[in-house]
């Protein structure tokens, strides 16, 4: 529900989330008030010493104040339970129990200054009454500074402005003083993510790069939660019935799934040729990482394995730039890709905001030469990606709308730069004139391997790139078609990434919004079963979806309980197409590069990569695959360099294994 309005600002916090928190503070005030009694009845006969008045009294009014704040906090929990995202109506009375909960603080905190002045006194009592009130006084203000920590985590900086609009309702507010408000609070809001974003990435640097990726990712996070009125638990509660329902729609599409047509032969050869590619340049895409990578995935023999490395010199024989312990990367790069120093032509980790690390080397086994590029490992990087907005490409092609990510179409830009204009390309060249070029990379890197390959393709047509996991809202529809012939994309399983682009998050609020106004649990319920469903699996909720058939007619306009949670007259009020985001020339919809392999997961597995043996099966598709947010646990464990290499691996081997079944290509492939 929107977030609650106390003290003339709103919170984010919302009357329905007190249930956790209050459950946990009521245990602790029964333990705290139980020991306290205990204390008092077993030892007042030994408060008869000098200063066991006060104790004795400090104790007796506790027990009172204890007893009170008790049954507030517990009529707090209660109400908090009532009602459901959308209908906070059953607890309208949360503020006035919250109010008197907060007033209760006072007497509380003078009650423990007095009795912390008491015990420093050092009064002669029986020891163990002296260490019991003692133990009181310290659990008197853990609460109190714990309820402080609350208070600065659930401040709103934008609640001033948003109380006196929710107070007075939309109704009360012609179309000019509405747009004029929510102007100012798109103002205020895009002010106060770019102070934060400052805050958190201090340390980077302030060149011009910087302060334009801080106002760009500023601009992206104030816009996308400009016209709704959500707090983080009600998007964690409709991630959970997402998932849920996501997982009952996939369960009815198996059961009555029909055998696609079986792929000419070749299709099935050029998979085969390509997964076989995707696995040789993989190491390359994971090399780029350096030494941290390398020993995530080998931590038991990883620095001894590259730890030499680290102290031996040999920067003389390569060409090593930029960024600490380079010696120890460079170990890493040779481990991963079984290359020889005298293969290496560059290597750099120069890392800044829109300038990615990168290493090109000569790879004889395929006769090429191999540009990586690294993902995303730094703040840095992350401003990078989140430099979402689209900008122009200038390039010599004859197609309607060259445009890209703005934030990798940069980083693309400096490493063409650096590879054209420093000479690095026309060095190895120069070493293997008759090699052709593989441009490849992951996540981050495998966006800008993309774009680079897309520049570099006037120069050097026979380009090739390969694509690990790259980020959905890279190119515009024409690039897109237009990389199909030099670019192959590989994407695993349920990975978030490559399903990541701005209209494809707006999409996923939309969705979050109608699973919440359709169910009828009251918050704390979706939240409990959703941590069960993802921790231990079991049967999943059977909460109404918006993916139902028959209420799909009803859907094109917002229902009411999505209403109480977009703000109102703001451009995503009319819940057509028309969002902020969607209706941006600052966001179009943007599409992965080239071709796509999907490593798809056959049945079902554990539910956390790490611990599941998931099998998996190679098939081609098409970008609408990915053209919208699956949420799951493995949403982020697949897309880990790591996990894809081992999935990747088990593929080719399952295919080279089963070359001969005649049965394998129709049953395993789909366009």
Request: glycine residues 8%; contains cysteine.
């Amino acid at each position: 529900m929107p977030g609650m309005v106390l003290f003339g600002r709103r919170w984010a916090i919302a009357s329905d989330d007190l249930v956790f928190p209050g459950s946990f503070e009521l245990l602790v005030r029964v333990l705290w008030w139980i020991g306290s009694l205990t204390l008092y009845l077993l030892h007042r006969r030994k408060l008869g010493c000098a200063g066991g008045v006060q104790l004795s009294t400090y104790l007796i009014v506790l027990l009172l104040l204890l007893a009170v704040i008790i049954s507030v906090v517990s009529a707090i929990v209660y109400v908090s339970m009532k009602g459901t995202i959308c209908n906070p109506g059953p607890r309208k009375s949360m503020s006035k129990l919250l109010y008197i909960r907060l007033a209760l603080f006072l007497p509380e905190m003078v009650w423990a200054s007095l009795g912390a002045t008491w015990v420093a006194q050092g009064i002669q009592c029986d020891r163990t009454v002296v260490n019991g009130i003692i133990a009181t006084v310290i659990v008197s203000w853990i609460i109190i500074a714990a309820t402080m920590v609350t208070i600065v985590i659930v401040f709103d900086p934008l609640g001033g402005n948003m109380a006196p609009y929710r107070m007075a309702g939309s109704d009360h507010l012609d179309s000019n003083d509405s747009s004029q408000f929510f102007k100012g609070l798109k103002t205020a809001a895009k002010s106060v993510w770019e102070t934060r974003i400052k805050f958190l990435c201090c340390c980077i640097g302030k060149d011009d790069h910087t302060r334009v990726a801080f106002s760009s990712t500023a601009e992206l996070f104030s816009t996308y939660f400009s016209d709704t009125d959500l707090v983080p638990s009600d998007i964690a509660a409709g991630l959970a019935l997402l998932h849920q329902q996501q997982d009952n729609i996939s369960s009815l599409q198996e059961s009555s799934e029909v055998t696609g047509p079986t792929l000419g032969l070749p299709q099935e050869a050029d998979l085969d040729a390509e997964l076989e590619n995707c696995q040789h340049y993989m190491r390359f895409a994971a090399a780029a990482y350096g030494w941290p990578l390398y020993i995530y995935r080998n931590p038991f023999t990883g620095l001894c394995t590259i730890g030499g490395d680290c102290y031996r010199s040999r920067t003389a024989e390569y060409d090593l730039v930029g960024g600490d312990q380079l010696n120890c990367h460079f170990g890493s790069i040779l481990k991963t890709t079984g290359l020889q120093y005298r293969d290496f032509i560059h290597v750099s980790f120069h890392d800044k905001v829109y300038e990615l690390p990168f290493l090109v080397a000569l790879d004889h086994r395929k006769e090429c030469i191999v540009v990586a590029v690294r993902g995303t490992m730094s703040l840095q990087d992350v401003l990078t990606d989140l430099s979402a907005e689209s900008e122009s490409l200038d390039l010599e092609l004859d197609l309607q709308d060259c445009v890209a990510h703005k934030g990798i179409s940069q980083a693309a830009r400096y490493i063409y730069r650096r590879l054209v204009h420093d000479g690095i390309l026309s060095q190895a060249f120069g070493v293997a004139p008759e090699y052709r070029l593989v441009i490849v990379g992951h996540s981050l890197g495998a966006g800008a391997a993309a774009l680079l390959a897309i520049m570099l393709r006037g120069s050097y047509p026979q380009v090739r790139a390969y694509a690990f996991s790259p980020p959905r809202g890279l190119l515009s529809k024409s690039l897109y078609e237009y990389s199909q012939d030099f670019i192959v994309s590989l994407i695993l399983g349920k990975d978030v990434i490559p399903r990541l682009s701005v209209s494809n998050m707006e999409d996923l609020k939309k969705r979050i919004l109608r699973v919440i106004a359709h169910c009828n649990k009251p918050k704390y319920k979706i939240l409990l079963q959703g941590c069960w469903y993802e921790l231990f699996g079991g049967r999943a909720s059977n909460c109404a979806t918006e993916l139902d058939s028959e209420s799909q007619g009803a859907l094109t306009q917002p229902l009411l309980g999505e209403q109480s949670l977009l703000t109102h007259s703001s451009p995503a009020y009319s819940f057509s197409s028309d969002s902020p985001l969607d209706s941006s020339p600052k966001y179009p919809p943007l599409y992965p590069p080239g071709r796509i392999i999907h490593l798809e997961e056959e049945g079902t597995t554990g539910r956390f990569g790490c611990c599941s043996t998931a099998q998996y099966r190679a098939r081609w598709a098409h970008e609408s695959t990915f053209g919208k947010i699956l949420i799951g646990p493995k949403m982020l464990t697949d897309h880990m360099p790591d996990v894809l290499m081992k999935a990747l691996a088990g593929v080719v081997a399952d295919r080279e294994a089963c070359l001969s079944c005649p049965s394998q290509g129709g049953s395993d492939q789909a366009v």
